[in-house]
């Protein structure tokens, strides 16, 4: 299938937007980043399959950057959401599904005794530093240089309209390594409040990092020398590599952890899972929000976390992670390519090797689109439970005649 792509639904889309919308279109989604020929606009979803405004079908990798865990609509979720919406949303407090939903996940994350929830990433993010400093009565707070946290003043990756204020009680390292974690640790003195960390290195454009347990273990140990918070930021990585917090298996406990995306397969919600440690900050603080109680994404993401925890949704993602992954390396190597393909599977990010500008990976993405696969040239990919082996090897071959198309259009190897 290579197919001329019909856009003049996402065309016209664009233009309208263009007088009612700054810019056209804000974040992750503007204009400026999404490149000539990529559809911005969508008008259906179905499992591991997405249309665009035009009604052109893809093979989703991209997953709603990272809702989307099980399948768009998924029968069971779908089903507890919409039963709740029947009864109650947004009424005038939370429905018992608040309750039953902080004692699921307290039973199922390693590290946490008590949940809080809110709608975004950033929600979540944002209570835990406030919580983190609530508690201790401390200000400093240590990040890894270029890592995503959200989009408010305080960690947006854009400095227009921050303050030096905003941030002045930030304190950067380089991610990963013990020797810069140490230095930032020496900095904060007597003040540091937090370390916050991503689940795994997952920065745009570069390749992606699993952290080792030492360096896990060398976080926790400052914090707990330091009487600080560990603070997991799961938001991108919670739910999709491990049921019970992306470090579980390395054994290590933060004292906070700010999870959304994938928590309710796609339903808008976003929690703060904590330990004892955290939890008289946590009884400090103010937060609240006009829909943070809505009952039907609470009801999603029940059923959600439940299919997550009692099936093998999560191992069979990785093994399609694994199919991908050796299907995109031998795709390459017979056009003469070599890709870098680094973290978990089922997160992949896909790097071509020598393409500093990203313009091949760009070329390749963008071909890949007419033969009804939709990647990301610079940002990690997600896989969900409904890619199959057949989807996962239709993609191959996608992709395969994405690189034929591009050595055709003259574009080598670096
Ligand atoms: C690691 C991480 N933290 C925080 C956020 C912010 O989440 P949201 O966009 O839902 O506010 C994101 C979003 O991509 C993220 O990946």
């Known amino acids: 299938m290579n197919r001329p792509l019909a856009n003049s639904r996402d065309t016209a889309l664009l233009e309208r937007a263009r007088h009612v919308i700054p810019n056209g279109m804000w974040g992750h989604m503007a204009t400026r980043y999404i490149a000539p020929g990529y559809p911005q606009f969508f008008s259906r979803s179905d499992g591991c399959r997405v249309w665009d405004a035009d009604g052109n079908e893809y093979l989703d990798f991209m997953c709603a950057w990272g809702p989307n865990v099980l399948g768009y609509h998924h029968p069971q979720v779908e089903a507890a959401a919409m039963a709740q919406l029947r009864d109650v949303d947004a009424g005038n407090g939370p429905t018992e599904a608040l309750v039953e939903l902080a004692e699921l996940l307290t039973g199922t994350l390693d590290h946490a005794d008590w949940c809080m929830f809110q709608k975004n990433g950033t929600d979540a993010t944002t209570a835990c530093v406030t919580i983190a400093r609530a508690g201790t009565g401390r200000r400093k707070v ?234 990301h040239p610079r940002h990690n990919m997600f896989l969900c439970a409904a890619h199959g082996p057949s989807e996962i090897d239709r993609a191959i071959e996608g992709v395969d005649a994405a690189f034929a198309d591009i050595v055709a259009q003259g574009i080598v190897p670096a």
């Open 142 to 375: 240590i990040l890894a240089r270029g890592a995503y946290h959200g989009a408010v003043p305080w960690c947006s990756p854009s400095v227009v309209g921050v303050t030096d204020e905003d941030r002045a009680h930030l304190i950067y390292f380089d991610w990963g390594n013990t020797t810069s974690l140490d230095a930032a640790v020496a900095q904060a003195g007597g003040d540091l409040a937090a370390i916050m960390l991503t689940g795994f290195r997952h920065d745009a454009g570069r390749d992606q990092e699993m952290p080792t347990t030492a360096f896990l273990r060398a976080a926790r140990a400052h914090c707990d020398q330091a009487g600080a918070m560990l603070i997991c930021d799961d938001v991108r990585a919670g739910f999709r590599l491990d049921v019970r917090g992306s470090w579980a298996a390395q054994g290590v406990k933060p004292d906070l952890a700010a999870y959304s995306k994938a928590i309710a397969n796609g339903w808008p919600l976003a929690a703060i899972a904590g330990a004892n440690s955290a939890r008289d900050g946590a009884e400090k603080i103010f937060t609240t929000g006009s829909f943070w109680y809505g009952a039907a994404a609470m009801a999603a993401g029940l059923a959600t976390v439940r299919i997550l925890r009692d099936t093998d949704a999560l191992t069979h993602t990785a093994a399609m992670g694994e199919r991908l992954r050796t299907g995109l390396d031998q795709a390459a190597a017979r056009h003469g390519f070599r890709l870098r393909q680094t973290g978990p599977a089922q997160m992949p990010m896909v790097l071509v090797d020598g393409d500093q500008d990203l313009r091949i990976g760009s070329a390749l993405c963008l071909a890949a689109l007419r033969h009804g696969i939709f990647l």
